[in-house]
């Protein structure tokens, strides 16, 4: 079975600090880009971090972009989000998505994803 589970949310003082980790299991985690979605109440889910499978790479969204670092532990299938100077702003569920397309077979994707994690911050 594929289980993807987040944990670290809560709550935080405007310009605080949270790490958000997510655990994988029941697939080969170092072939999959894996992701942070984020979706407030009333808005649409935004991708707010991305790392590459090998973890050389990153992007983020650019109300993040300086304030959040995604990075990646493949020998514990594990990524990380850590979220420094907090805003109000930045309150929403916080979701771990795992996501592969195999080279050369368009039609084929596997995607998976957490439960979430609430994250909320006080101002």
């Known amino acids: 079975q594929v289980h993807v589970v987040e944990s670290g949310g809560g709550l935080v003082q405007s310009g605080g600090s949270l790490r958000l980790s997510c655990t994988a299991s029941?697939?080969?985690?170092?072939?999959?880009?894996m992701n942070w979605y984020r979706q407030a109440p009333g808005k649409e889910r935004e991708l707010a971090a991305t790392?590459?499978?090998?973890?050389?790479?990153?992007n983020y969204a650019d109300s993040v972009k300086g304030r959040f670092t995604i990075s990646r532990d493949n020998a514990n299938n594990t990524v990380y989000l850590q979220m420094n100077k907090l805003k109000p702003e930045d309150t929403a569920v916080y979701y771990c998505?795992?996501?592969?397309?195999?080279?050369?077979?368009?039609?084929?994707?596997?995607?998976?994803w957490g439960q979430g994690t609430q994250v909320t911050v006080s101002s």
């Open positions: 998505n795992a996501r592969h397309r195999p080279p050369g077979v368009p039609s084929k994707m596997f995607d998976y």
């Open positions: 029941g697939f080969t985690f170092s072939r999959y880009v």
């Open positions: 790392i590459t499978s090998s973890g050389t790479s990153t």
